[in-house]
Each structure stands twice: as C-alpha cells, then as structure tokens.
C-alpha cells in the first residue's frame, strides 16, 4: 500500500515588515505565527513546524510554547519543529516537553531534531562549538532510547547518566514521531538510521534530485543495519501567490535581506535576481502561482522519493498579509493539485 503524501508547512518566525516600512516587535510576529497556523489548521495544512533560533531576526526561541498556544485553537494539524537544536539542549527536558506538548493535543506533536545550521544556542547555553559533532551523536542516542518508552539507563560524557530512570509524562500508546534533519553529510543519515529514525531533508539551494543519493544511501542503510524503511521528508522554501510573478515579485525582497544578512555572517556573495530566477526556475524556491508550487512540489516528491513536504512560507522580512495570502492558497489550491498529481 502507498505511503500517504503529507504536505506542511514551517516557519522560523521571521520578523515581518508592518505596514509602515518598520519591522514588527518579537511579540507581534509571535501572535501572527499563531495566527497563520490557525489559517494553515484550517485550509487543510497536514503539519506546522516551528523552527528554534536564538537572534534577532527570527523571533521562535521556545517553539513548544508557540506550540502549545497554537495547538489550544486547532484540532487537526499536527505540531512540529523545524528544528530542535539538540545538542544545545537536554534529552530529557526535550522529551518531556514534547510529551507534555502531545498529551495536550491528542497525540499531534512531532520533532525534527538537528544540529543547527545557525550556532547561537551553543554559547547560550554553555556549549563548546569543539564539541559540535558529539553533543548531538550522544544526545541523539540518549532520546531515541527515551522515544521507546519505559525506563533508561544511559551514560555518555555530555550529560549525567541515568540509571533504570523513568521520564513523566509518559508517551501514549501511538509513540511520538520523531525526525532527524538531515543537510546533505553522508554521515547524519546513517545516523538516523543507527537510531532508528526518518530523516527530513533540508533542501535549500540547487536541484532537489540531487538528493536522491541520500535517500538510496539511507534505504541500503536500512537493510545493512536491519531497520524498518521509513517516510523520508523534505524542506524547502517557497512562496505562492496569484500569478507566477507577483510570487516572485513578493518573495524577491526578504529573500535577498534573509540572504545577505546571513551572507555577511558567513562571507558569502551577495544575493542577485539572477540567481534568485535561477532557483525559482530550476533549484529548490517552491514560487509561483498554486499550480507552478504544486507541479513543483509533486517534482520534487517524485525525484527525491519523498513522501512528505514541507514548504517554508517565511523568508525574511515579508509582511504578514502576504503570509497569510500564501498560506491559504496553499492549503485551499496546492494541496489538492498536488495529491492529484501525486495519486
């Protein structure tokens, strides 16, 4: 039987533009991210993921509690993020959270556990950036055992160990679907795999088939290591409006701010338009009129082997009605266009 397509979307919580030409405060732009789950529960969005950030371009640091306040007013959609950095953070408050966060929606809460593309959180919070690889491979081990339930006994060198413990609450009988979020290191996906878990990944620039080696890695992976094949996802950006260019037209701006903000930090070149084009034309920008995003993501699916989707509607500093717009096109009209496609 066919794995059923899953479409969703994420968000980090950009801070958006207001309607004077400013920037909106961190507690407006929350309020709003509520706001545009509540349209996404309701134009038939499968999944809402919050991503984890520690700066002032992006106002979700605590995404469970954006979770919880969403997940107080929807009924179906299920509640993620986008991702948890774990390796700035503890197993055992992470799991406890996230059961919490479960048990008060009914079983609709989900993780997507990452190392972080941005690094803020590791002298946050005590971290050395020396340690990057395993903070994340321990911890990593340390909640794959919690998500199976029962007592723990556990000892690594990143945390206390533990000792037949056991973390309240506990899961309900349908578990707590957790990913691993994966960018494209050979490695991460084995380790999903080591750990019994689905990978997301992370497509952000250049044509999704390139990926399809990781998914074929992780499938062998599977059976070399006697792990059950699981759903593998993929992120990516987007935006959808009326015609193909007012998406752009709409899009163009944040994404070069987000761009070129993030490119100063990291010493790349400028953004340009013509590679912007590029990216919408060929590469992994989801922009453009409903059917463009849905032929686009339906692709995308195909390449990759992927059976869920999740688009990032927020890119920079774009005003919140122009999210808004986006989300309920994508819920109301690429959504069905896709699974036609996709059936």
């Not at 979307?9 to 706001?35: C, K, S, Y």
């Not at 973390?167 to 490695?187: D, N, T, Y």
Request: charged share 25%; aromatic share 6%; with cysteine.
């Amino acid at each position: 039987m066919p794995t059923p397509i899953e479409i969703g979307l994420d968000t980090f919580g950009d801070v958006t533009r207001a309607p004077d030409g400013g920037l909106n405060p961190h507690g407006q732009v929350l309020r709003d991210v509520v706001e545009e789950a509540v349209l996404a529960d309701a134009v038939g969005v499968d999944f809402i993921g919050l991503g984890e950030h520690h700066r002032d371009d992006f106002a979700i640091s605590s995404p469970e509690i954006v979770l919880a306040a969403i997940g107080a007013r929807t009924r179906r959609i299920r509640l993620g993020t986008a991702v948890t950095v774990l390796s700035s953070d503890d197993p055992v408050r992470v799991f406890e959270r996230f059961s919490t966060l479960d048990a008060l929606t009914g079983g609709r809460a989900e993780i997507i556990l990452g190392r972080g593309s941005f690094t803020e959180s590791f002298p946050l919070f005590g971290f050395e950036l020396s340690d990057y690889e395993r903070l994340f491979e321990e911890k990593l081990d340390l909640l794959a055992r919690l998500l199976k339930g029962g007592p723990v006994t556990w000892s690594g060198t990143t945390r206390p160990p533990l000792k037949n413990q056991r973390v309240w609450p506990p899961l309900g009988p349908q578990g707590l679907k957790a990913w691993v979020g994966i960018g494209g290191s050979p490695e991460s996906v084995v380790r999903a795999v080591r750990n019994d878990l689905p990978m997301m990944l992370a497509i952000i620039g250049g044509d999704p088939a390139r990926f399809r080696p990781y998914v074929e890695l992780y499938q062998r992976a599977c059976a070399e290591l006697g792990r059950p094949v699981r759903p593998v996802g993929v992120h990516s950006p987007g935006h959808v409006a009326a015609t193909d260019a007012a998406a752009r037209e709409e899009l163009w701006p944040g994404y070069r701010a987000l761009n070129d903000r993030i490119g100063r930090e990291r010493g790349w070149p400028p953004a340009t338009r013509e590679r912007f084009e590029a990216e919408a034309d060929h590469g992994a920008l989801h922009v453009g009129a409903p059917e463009t995003v849905a032929r686009k993501i339906a692709r995308t699916l195909k390449a990759v082997g992927a059976a869920r989707f999740e688009m990032k509607y927020s890119s920079g500093p774009m005003p919140h009605d122009q999210l808004m717009t986006s989300i309920e096109l994508y819920g109301a009209r690429v959504i069905p266009l896709v699974r036609d496609m996709m059936a």
